[in-house]
């Protein structure tokens, strides 16, 4: 069995959202190679007498993004979503120059699981499906992401999770937008929740938060839609948790108006540092700012719909 493996030439400062689109188009998981961790390394009062000079002559400069897909995904059309970052008023994103080869999977899918261990974000630890809750204090949640985003070690979902447990989820009806792995809306139901709608566009994202939710012991509480922002229209909803890029988030802006009740609460982030002000500007006319949280580059916020 073979993988579609993605490579995009950019700038350290475009090479988290370079990886967000990777993910938006369907990639299994992201990585980063980035030419100024190498020469941060280097250069730090740690003893690097060993390290090998000729890493500082190297022609590669920037950072290169990896992205891994199905084979049968289309190379083209990841191609013009990268081409189309070009125009970025904000930040250099240098050549975005993609290239892809498809490669044999090697048990790669699994590789990853090595990886991701617990994390706890205050009350929540999120824990992956194969390992043992032992984090005493705080409640599990168990999380295998499979094909989705979502693992709790990315800063936009810990953002949000952070939010969610500044304000009363008991009771409530919560929708996830951008669901993934399901991470954020399972979360929501372990923190006293009494509903959560799940939206993705993405069916892999829908079937692994389904297989979640049904882990945890929330399927009967959750409704699945597989879906654009349209596919919401009909919802009426206490809370909305969104962890999308900000362009979507921008355009999500009039669908969570129509969808949240009078001093319903909305949570969004990954936002970067350069988009943060087109985010509050959209979200300005019909929601107030109750707090701005930060973790490395990326933002969230939480706002209240203004009566």
Same mark, same amino acid.
């Given at each position: 069995?073979?993988?579609?493996?993605?490579?995009?030439?950019?700038?350290?400062?475009?090479?988290?959202?370079?990886?967000?689109?990777?993910?938006?188009?369907?990639?299994?998981?992201?990585?980063?190679?980035?030419?100024? &961790?190498?020469?941060?390394?280097?250069?730090?009062?740690?003893?690097?007498?060993?390290?090998?000079?000729?890493?500082?002559?190297?022609?590669?400069?920037?950072?290169?993004?990896?992205?891994?897909?199905?084979?049968?995904?289309?190379?083209?059309?990841?191609?013009?979503?990268?081409?189309?970052?070009?125009?970025?008023?904000?930040? &250099?994103?240098?050549?975005?120059?993609?290239?892809?080869?498809?490669? &044999?999977?090697?048990?790669? $899918?699994?590789?990853?699981?090595?990886?991701?261990?617990?994390? @706890?974000?205050?009350?929540? @630890? !999120?824990?992956?499906?194969?390992?043992?809750?032992?984090?005493?204090?705080?409640?599990?949640?168990?999380?295998?992401?499979?094909?989705?985003?979502?693992?709790?070690?990315?800063?936009? @979902?810990?953002?949000?999770?952070?939010?969610?447990?500044?304000? %009363?989820?008991?009771?409530?009806?919560?929708? &996830? !937008?951008?669901?993934?792995?399901?991470?954020?809306?399972?979360?929501?139901?372990?923190?006293?929740?009494?509903?959560?709608?799940?939206?993705?566009?993405?069916?892999?994202?829908?079937? #692994?938060?389904?297989?979640? #939710? $049904?882990?945890?012991?929330?399927?009967?509480?959750?409704?699945? !839609?597989?879906?654009?922002?349209?596919?919401?229209?009909?919802? %009426?909803?206490?809370?909305?948790?969104?962890?999308?890029?900000?362009?979507?988030?921008?355009?999500?802006?009039?669908?969570?108006?129509?969808?949240?009740?009078?001093?319903?609460?909305?949570?969004?982030?990954? !936002?970067?540092?350069?988009?943060?002000?087109?985010?509050?500007?959209?979200?300005?006319?019909?929601?107030?700012?109750?707090?701005?949280?930060?973790?490395?580059?990326?933002?969230?916020?939480?706002?209240?719909?203004?009566?």
């Amino acid at each position: 069995m073979k993988y579609l493996k993605i490579s995009v030439h950019t700038t350290t400062e475009f090479s988290d959202i370079v990886a967000s689109v990777l993910m938006e188009h369907g990639s299994d998981g992201v990585s980063i190679k980035d030419h100024s &961790d190498v020469l941060q390394l280097l250069k730090s009062p740690l003893n690097w007498d060993y390290a090998d000079e000729s890493i500082l002559k190297t022609e590669f400069h920037g950072a290169l993004v990896f992205g891994y897909f199905n084979e049968t995904a289309n190379a083209n059309k990841i191609r013009e979503a990268v081409s189309a970052l070009k125009n970025d008023p904000y930040f &250099d994103t240098g050549s975005l120059e993609v290239l892809s080869s498809y490669e &044999d999977s090697a048990d790669w $899918e699994n590789v990853w699981k090595q990886f991701f261990k617990p994390i @706890t974000v205050k009350k929540i @630890t !999120i824990v992956p499906a194969w390992l043992k809750h032992k984090q005493k204090n705080t409640v599990p949640v168990y999380i295998d992401p499979g094909l989705a985003f979502g693992t709790g070690s990315h800063e936009t @979902t810990a953002l949000c999770i952070e939010l969610m447990q500044q304000i %009363q989820l008991a009771g409530k009806h919560v929708a &996830d !937008i951008g669901c993934g792995s399901g991470i954020l809306g399972i979360s929501a139901l372990k923190l006293g929740a009494s509903r959560c709608t799940m939206l993705d566009i993405d069916p892999c994202a829908v079937r #692994a938060s389904q297989e979640n #939710a $049904e882990f945890n012991g929330v399927f009967n509480l959750c409704t699945f !839609i597989e879906g654009g922002f349209s596919k919401t229209e009909n919802l %009426q909803l206490d809370v909305i948790v969104a962890n999308l890029t900000a362009d979507l988030l921008v355009e999500f802006c009039s669908y969570a108006e129509k969808m949240l009740h009078s001093g319903g609460v909305l949570i969004v982030s990954g !936002i970067l540092d350069g988009y943060l002000p087109q985010v509050q500007k959209a979200f300005c006319a019909n929601f107030t700012t109750l707090k701005t949280q930060q973790r490395g580059d990326w933002h969230g916020l939480l706002l209240i719909k203004n009566g």
